[in-house]
């Protein structure tokens, strides 16, 4: 078992967490408008549906790594080109962050978790993205191969968690000092394109 691997990803996967994105903003607005509560609840949502494509990459990779090795490669190769195309997609967008809290229905903590849970699941791009993101993270060569992507899955929801939940603790202070600091945004649009592009090269390398 190589832990440098799992390090590795965590260390990927924080950088991930912290890049300005829809979850991560949504979160934050939950909080900033009704309270810290209600954006931890978002976030349990949000975490939760993950395991739903945890179990979709893990079983699906699992079967092509045991009968197609040469289409695990094929794979591995276009989840590489979708990273570059995910960092191309940031380098086009607005570095500009914006924390609106215009029209945002007041919801329950349990409606509010059924809805990033829901939020989640029905969204193809984070099974695509794990099916991106994962291969490059394999850490032992004895170890079943779903058992390993379910290690790479709790670890990626709970680091996510753990910064989210910050985000949603300190979304206050945080969009002040955000909306004071317009070189956050910038700062923080290439944190996310060096993470999509390290982790390409290293899915390429692997």
């Not at 440098?4 to 990803?9: A, P």
């Amino acid at each position: 078992m190589n832990f440098e691997i799992l390090v590795s990803f965590i260390i990927a996967t924080s950088a991930l967490a912290f890049s300005p994105g829809p979850d991560n903003i949504y979160v934050m607005m939950q909080s900033i408008v009704h309270g810290k509560k209600y954006g931890i609840a978002t976030v349990g949502g949000l975490i939760t549906g993950c395991l739903v494509h945890t179990t979709f990459v893990a079983f699906g990779m699992s079967i092509i790594i045991k009968e197609q090795l040469w289409l695990f490669t094929v794979i591995k190769w276009c989840g590489a080109i979708y990273l570059i195309y995910l960092a191309y997609k940031v380098y086009k967008s607005s570095s500009n962050l914006v924390l609106n809290n215009n029209n945002i229905p007041r919801k329950t903590m349990s409606q509010l978790f059924k809805q990033g849970f829901v939020m989640n699941v029905l969204n193809p791009k984070v099974s695509l993205f794990f099916l991106s993101f994962f291969p490059a993270f394999l850490f032992s060569k004895s170890l079943n191969t779903i058992y390993q992507f379910y290690v790479l899955g709790f670890l990626f929801m709970i680091t996510s968690f753990i910064i989210f939940v910050g985000l949603a603790l300190l979304a206050g202070s945080i969009s002040t000092y955000i909306k004071q600091n317009n070189s956050i945004g910038l700062i923080l649009k290439w944190l996310q394109i060096l993470v999509f592009i390290a982790i390409a090269l290293y899915l390429i390398l692997s």
